[in-house]
């Protein structure tokens, strides 16, 4: 299909190859739960995190 021809062409033109369109999926299906855990531990510190709630708008009377 013409957007998976259009990603196939920038990852040619901009160095990875076209064959990490194919790879890709691959090396992430490769990474473990310990991988990801360690990474987490490393970098989601908790004391210096925000968190941040969002909610949908609430319609007001007479508008769509």
Known sequence: NR???GMM???ELSGPGA???EEFPKRVNAVTAAEIQKVA????KLNLSNWV???PEVAKKGKA
């Not at 531990?41 to 989601?44: C, H, I, R, V």
Request: glycine share 0%; no cysteine.
């Open 19 to 21: 064959e990490a369109v």
């Open 9 to 11: 062409a920038r990852y």
């Open 3 to 5: 957007s998976q021809m």
């Open 53 to 55: 709630v969002l909610s």
């Open 41 to 44: 531990a490393k970098y989601l």
